[in-house]
C-alpha cells in the first residue's frame, strides 16, 4: 500500500456505484438526449434532460478529479510547473461527493416512478447500507486509553511547570524538525506537542520552523556534546531539558546518564516513565 491516507481513503458501496456510473457516462458517451432519444436505465429511470446534464457534469469533474490525482497522471505534470502543490490524494473526499450526488441524483429520478413510501423507504436503505459500510469499531478511537495518557500526561507537565518560575523555556530532546517529519524511533510526528498542551507558563523549542534561523540553531545545538550543549541552551534562555525516551533507540538511557552525570542531579520522570525533565541548575 502507498504511504499516507490512502487506507483510510476508501469512498465505499454507495459511492462507488455512483463512480462506476460516473466513470461509464465519462468513458462510453451515454448522451442519449442529445443524440436526439431518450435511453432507459436500470428501473427505468430515463437518461434525458436534466439528469442527465447534470451526470454529465459531474462525470466530467470525476474523471478530471480522477486523472488529477493518479500516480503518474496529470498531477506529475502540474508538479513539473508547480511543485508546491502536493497530496493529490486528499482529492477521494471530492471523488466521494461527486460519486454520492450522482446515487442521489437516480434516487431522486426514481422517485415519481416509485411511489412516495417506496422512496422514502430506499432512501433510507441506501443510506443505512452506506453507514454500515463506512463505520466499524476498529476505527473508533480508544477514549477510555486516550482519556488516561492525556490526564497523566497533563499531571507531569503540571509538575514541570511547578519546577520553573513562569516564563521558562525548555529545551526538548530529541531534535525533531517541524512542521511534518517521519517517525522517530517510536516517537510520532507532533509528539513534542505534549507539554505546549497541557502547560500555561511555560515555552517550549518544539514549533521552530524548519530552514529558519531558530530551527538552524536547535538542530545545531542538539547535535553539541552533552555539556556544551548545556551551556548553549542556558545562555539561550532555557532552565530544563525535556527528553521523550520513546526518541531514542535505547530509551534515552545514554542521553539521561549524561545529563545527569553534567546537572549533577535527577531528572522528574513521568508516571510510566516516558519522558524525563532536567531542570538546568
Not at 93 to 102: E, V
Not at 156 to 166: A, I, N
Not at 236 to 253: C, H, L, N, Q, S
Request: no cysteine.
Amino acid at each position: 500500500a502507498l504511504p499516507g491516507e490512502a487506507w483510510s481513503s476508501a469512498i465505499g458501496l454507495v459511492a462507488a456505484a455512483g463512480f462506476v456510473v460516473l466513470v461509464a457516462v465519462a468513458l462510453l458517451g451515454f448522451y442519449g438526449a442529445d443524440r436526439g432519444r431518450e435511453g432507459d436505465l436500470a428501473g427505468g429511470v430515463s437518461f434525458s434532460g436534466p439528469l442527465a446534464t447534470r451526470l454529465r457534469d459531474l462525470a466530467t469533474l470525476n474523471l478530471g478529479a480522477l486523472l488529477l490525482a493518479t500516480v503518474g497522471s496529470f498531477g506529475a505534470l502540474v508538479a513539473v510547473v508547480v511543485p508546491q502543490i502536493r497530496a493529490y490524494n486528499r482529492i477521494s473526499i471530492f471523488i466521494a461527493f461527486f460519486a454520492l450526488l450522482a446515487v442521489g441524483l437516480f434516487l431522486d429520478a426514481a422517485g415519481p416512478r416509485l411511489g412516495r413510501v417506496a422512496a422514502v423507504l430506499l432512501a433510507l436503505g441506501v443510506l443505512g447500507a452506506g453507514l454500515l459500510d463506512q463505520t466499524t469499531p476498529g476505527m473508533a478511537p480508544r477514549y477510555a486509553r486516550n482519556e488516561a495518557i492525556l490526564s497523566a500526561q497533563a499531571a507531569f507537565v503540571q509538575k514541570v511547570e511547578s519546577s520553573l518560575p513562569p516564563g521558562a523555556a525548555v529545551l526538548q530532546l530529541p531534535y525533531v524538525p517541524f512542521p511534518e517529519n517521519p517517525p522517530v524511533v517510536r516517537m510520532q510526528d507532533y509528539d513534542h506537542l505534549v507539554g505546549y498542551l497541557h502547560s500555561s507558563k511555560l515555552k517550549w523549542s518544539y514549533g521552530a520552523m524548519k530552514g529558519r534561523e531558530t530551527d538552524a540553531w536547535l538542530r545545531d545545538v542538539s547535535a553539541l556534546p552533552t555539556r556544551q550543549m548545556l551551556a548553549a541552551a542556558y545562555a539561550k534562555g532555557f532552565r530544563a531539558v525535556w527528553i521523550d525516551t520513546f526518541g531514542y533507540e535505547d530509551d534515552g538511557a545514554a542521553v539521561i546518564d549524561e545529563l545527569a552525570a553534567s546537572t549533577e542531579g535527577q531528572p522528574l520522570r513521568s508516571a510510566e516513565g516516558r519522558y524525563a525533565v532536567f531542570v538546568l541548575p
